[in-house]
């Protein structure tokens, strides 16, 4: 039988050995991933949420060391996912999902930021495109080089336009803001704010979302065997990156603003705002099904639904591919982040 | 037709300081043969170039048929030591282009350069292009091009000194033949006493640089000149002559002109 | 082994033979798709797709030629202008180069503002790329004409025209080929990279724009079938400039004597 311990007496050599194990053990702790993550552009307000979680600690808390890599107008990171070359890739919108999917390129959508597409075509004001029917009529629309073969298709089918009116869009305002007819491409939460800037008017907005074209978009996406091998490290990054968002929509941004103006010195930190402005008045990323299960939720049907508008926009043949196997659920629809949100808005 | 050749105290001094002739006084009468003989350097191509209006003397005049050269239309050829062919057109257009130039149709001018060529024994070389050609055929196909516009002034400059002993000899004897046949004025430059007696009727001796006149020897020799007077005393003798005023001219001390 | 076989066979054997050891590699590692395509799947998607990739190929071919045609206009015009006027050539060569050296692909999204048919704002990118190897070649070539030659039509009394017909045109044409055979390649890669910085899509596209979408929707084995396309372009502008060159060259020139 044990003698009875003075508490005291060992109080001295608990200190020491909690001491050491927390100095043996502290590397282990601090032994974070490495995950590189690619946008699809440079940095912006719209992939504020992740820079948030890059620097309000976030992805460090979940043992993540994240590189975040730009992608920019001559860049395509899309192909440096299944090369294995990233871990996880910021996705436009659900046609890159599909095509994929075509191609048997194995990778999944994990989770969707976006819950309306910001994808817009905008124009002069006084012009008649005040009405978007008026817009296929217009004898200049500008569109860049990867929009030209995807949703440019579906507005040839669906919304009349032609190959005709297309110009390349080199993400530069100058041939839009010269000709009051013409029609170019736009995120809806950002190049408002560049034509006020440059060309001193409100342009007209209309969003793809609201005439059918009603893709998640800036989704989170990763390679099928990343899914199956370590889930927790996709889990750990999709938590992560939601909290930042939640923290950049509703809490202190000005690191996030900061460090995505090192890493893209031409965007300005008016601009930022402006934009963070416009993605909660137009309910990009907080919205419908988000409010209630949490920033990147995404359900079946909606991809279903999606995907059947563009087997009948022509883009892909009915039974082609399976519109399920696009995207995987598992990660997300949890009510992560709520409760931060719940936090950020009542100090308000 | 011929020309009378004159220079008048002509002196030639090239732009890095190089007097290349000096105070030359020479006069050719029409349709003479004389040849320029001198060591290397001494200028006989400056003379050459100068009568052709190739260069412009410093000072004196250069005169042919009277007018200072470049004043009337070139009733000049010019034989070059190289033969100077158009490498890409075949021998008869070679001869042709001097006629091209006046602006004589194609066809004709072909005809001629084909009726040229026969003259210098290449009549079936007509289409051949100068890489085909021997060095010898090449210089005919030269020299027909230089008389094929019936010249006032025929120069011509060392054109068979790159040539074997038995081809210069028989175009030295074709060479007069032409000459005897149109008759121009004939100025030709040589390193070779032999081929400076050979050929014409005086023989004017040059000196090294600058160049000067240091002798100009009568050659009465009958035309037309055969091969085998190579061989015989006259010809031996006039070359004696020549060579003594070359050697002349290398004796630093009691050089006088003859 | 006749010359002309060995330069069919050898370069032929190589390449099937990297071929298969391409399709083993994609076999035996077991390499998916679009990582590293097998060149059977290359073909099979070329087959597959060959009428699209068609269109796009006459395309590029289109642009390509026209550029080169113009490079080859503009070149020699230029050249000539600068071998006639050295007051011209010291007035415009700066901006020449200052063209060539510029890359196209920050060039082309700028010409494409101010150009309105895209057609013609790659035809321009191209030409920019292509036309300063013919300019630079030729002139070279225009003054390295033979300077007997040269004597020889001033002698005759040649304007400048006929000594631009004569002399100097056949004279450049060999550095003209060479400049050519270099433009060839610089017209395709032109044409190429301007469509990818500048073009557009739908009608009017090229290679280039299949590329992009394939790249972009992650096709792999069609970005490298349309890649195949470029690459067969470039062999064959090489082999058509050779045998330009030949035929223009093959008679007279050196280089051709091989």
Redesign the interface.
């Known amino acids: 039988m044990p003698e009875p311990i003075d508490a005291r007496a060992l109080r001295r050599p608990c200190a020491i050995a909690l001491i050491a194990a927390t100095l043996l053990l502290a590397p282990l702790a601090r032994a974070a991933d490495p995950v590189v993550f690619a946008t699809n552009w440079k940095a912006q307000a719209a992939h504020g949420g992740f820079y948030q979680a890059l620097v309000d600690g976030s992805y460090a808390r979940y043992g993540l060391d994240v590189t975040i890599r730009q992608g920019g107008p ?1 860049v ?1 990171n ?2 440096l996912l ?2 294995g070359r990233i871990d996880f890739l910021m996705t436009g919108n659900l046609l ?1 999902a599909f ?2 999917l075509k ?4 990778t999944l959508q994990v989770a969707a930021i976006f819950q309306k597409d910001p994808q817009a075509l905008i124009a002069h004001p006084g012009q008649g495109y005040e009405r978007f029917e008026r817009m296929k009529d217009a004898p200049l629309v500008l ?1 860049a ?2 929009a ?3 949703w ?1 298709q579906w507005l040839k089918v669906t919304q009349g336009f032609r ?2 009116q ?3 869009y ?1 993400f ?1 305002l ?2 839009f803001l010269a000709n009051p007819r013409a029609v170019q491409q736009g995120y809806s939460i950002a190049e408002p704010i560049y034509v006020r800037r440059e060309g001193g008017f409100e342009p007209v907005v209309h969003l793809l979302a609201d005439h059918g074209f009603d893709t998640y978009s800036t989704l989170i996406e990763a390679r099928a065997e990343t899914v199956r091998n370590r889930p927790d490290l996709v889990q750990r990054f999709v938590d992560a990156s939601i909290l930042g968002w939640y923290g950049y929509l509703y809490g202190d941004r000005h690191a996030a603003n900061a460090a995505m103006l090192r890493d893209n010195p031409e965007i300005s930190v008016d601009e930022l705002e402006a934009s963070v402005a416009l993605m909660r008045s137009q309910g990009i990323v907080d919205s419908s099904d988000a409010l209630r299960l949490g920033i990147g939720t995404m359900n079946a049907t909606r991809i279903r639904h999606f995907f059947r508008s563009m087997v009948q926009a022509g883009l892909y043949s009915p039974g082609q591919i399976d519109p399920d196997q696009v995207a995987t659920l598992q990660f997300v629809n949890k009510g992560v982040g709520l409760d931060v949100k719940r936090r950020l808005t009542e100090k308000r | 037709m011929s020309a009378k050749i004159e220079l008048a105290e002509v002196d030639k001094r090239f732009a890095g300081g190089v007097e290349a002739v000096q105070a030359l006084s020479i006069a050719i009468e029409p349709g003479q043969f004389v040849s320029l003989l001198g060591p290397s350097g001494c200028g006989k191509s400056t003379v050459l170039r100068l009568v052709a209006g190739l260069e412009r003397p410093t000072a004196g005049q250069v005169r042919v048929d009277g007018l200072a050269v470049g004043t009337r239309e070139a009733a000049i050829s010019y034989v070059f030591q190289d033969p100077t062919l158009m490498p890409w057109a075949s021998a008869e257009d070679n001869v042709a282009l001097p006629l091209r130039i006046k602006r004589i149709a194609r066809a004709p001018a072909r005809e001629q350069a084909r009726q040229a060529l026969a003259g210098v024994g290449l009549a079936d070389r007509a289409r051949a292009l100068p890489a085909q050609l021997s060095g010898g055929m090449k210089m005919r196909v030269s020299i027909a091009r230089a008389l094929i516009t019936r010249p006032d002034a025929l120069l011509l400059d060392e054109p068979f000194a790159a040539l074997d002993e038995i081809t210069r000899h028989r175009l030295n004897d074709e060479l007069l033949a032409l000459w005897a046949e149109q008759g121009p004025t004939a100025l030709f430059v040589t390193h070779s006493v032999f081929e400076a007696v050979y050929l014409s009727q005086r023989v004017l001796v040059m000196s090294g640089q600058p160049g000067r006149l240091v002798a100009d020897l009568t050659v009465d020799l009958p035309y037309p000149r055969a091969a085998v007077l190579r061989l015989q005393p006259q010809f031996l003798q006039h070359c004696r002559r020549v060579t003594d005023a070359l050697e002349r001219d290398r004796l630093p001390a009691g050089a006088g002109r003859p | 082994m006749t010359r002309w076989r060995a330069a069919v066979l050898v370069p032929a054997a190589a390449g099937l033979a990297a071929l298969a050891a391409w399709e083993a590699l994609v076999r035996l590692r077991g390499i998916p798709p679009y990582i590293l395509p097998a060149p059977s799947l290359i073909l099979r998607t070329l087959w597959d797709n060959l009428d699209s990739l068609l269109v796009s190929w006459l395309y590029t071919i289109k642009i390509t030629f026209g550029a080169l045609l113009l490079a080859l206009a503009g070149g020699v015009v230029l050249a000539a202008a600068f071998a006639l006027s050295r007051t011209l050539e010291l007035a415009l060569f700066p901006f020449a180069i200052a063209l060539q050296v510029t890359p196209i692909v920050a060039i082309a999204p700028l010409i494409l503002i101010y150009v309105d048919s895209t057609t013609a704002s790659l035809l321009i990118c191209a030409f920019i790329v292509a036309f300063f190897p013919v300019l630079s070649n030729t002139l070279i070539g225009l003054r390295s004409a033979d300077p007997n030659l040269q004597d020889l039509l001033t002698l005759y009394g040649a304007t400048r025209w006929q000594r631009l017909r004569w002399l100097l045109a056949p004279s450049a044409l060999p550095y003209l080929i060479a400049g050519l055979k270099i433009s060839g390649g610089l017209a395709l890669i032109g044409a190429v990279v301007a469509e990818f910085a500048a073009g557009a899509a739908g009608r009017e596209t090229g290679l280039a724009s299949r590329i992009l979408e394939a790249s972009f929707r992650t096709e792999i084995p069609k970005m490298y079938a349309a890649l195949t396309l470029v690459a067969l372009t470039g062999v064959a502008i090489y082999l058509a400039s050779n045998a330009l060159s030949r035929a223009l060259l093959g008679r007279w020139h050196p280089s051709e004597r091989l």
Do not use: C, M, S, Y
């Open positions: 001559q395509n899309r192909p299944p090369a890159h095509d994929n191609n048997g390129v194995p569109v080089k990867d030209q073969f995807t440019w190959d005709e297309l110009k390349p080199t530069n100058g041939p």
